[in-house]
């Protein structure tokens, strides 16, 4: 199989040449330039050489540069379509921590009655049950709002 499919591509690589049609250049009576594969019977045609030139070796290649044209409405709707996907992207992330954080939170006020939190001061305070049981309900609800 790898057989067949080596000396396929090696026998279409080396055909590549022997199919190039002739192509001939010529001027019409209004001046205007063609080109085709067969010459016109009532005017002088050329032969345009179409063989592609080989890069002398040991030579760099000059770096191809791309054409400074003005942005076009396309690039300009392009360029704001990809600033608001950045843009929504960015804020499905924030979305996807702050859920996140909810649920860690709600886990650690249903897994633990002993919940203490940190006061103004920076002391700790056990919170009693009841303040416990308010900040679940406002979790799950927080959670059912923004992140279901």
Known sequence: MRRT???GSLMLALSAPVM???????VDAQGVTHFGAQPPTDAKAA????KIAQPTPGFPLPAKAAPTLP?????KQKAADEKVRQEVAQQEAERAKYCD???????Q??????VRVSDDNGDMRRIPEEERQAR???TE?????NCD
């Open 71 to 75: 942005p076009s409405a396309d690039d």
């Open 20 to 26: 190039a049609a002739q192509v001939y250049k010529w």
């Open 136 to 138: 679940i309900t406002e």
């Open 5 to 7: 499919i080596l000396l």
């Open 47 to 50: 032969a345009v050489d179409t």
């Open 141 to 145: 609800h927080d959670l059912q709002q």
């Open 109 to 114: 006020l249903k897994n633990n009655p002993r």
């Open 101 to 107: 954080g909810l649920r860690t939170n709600l886990a």
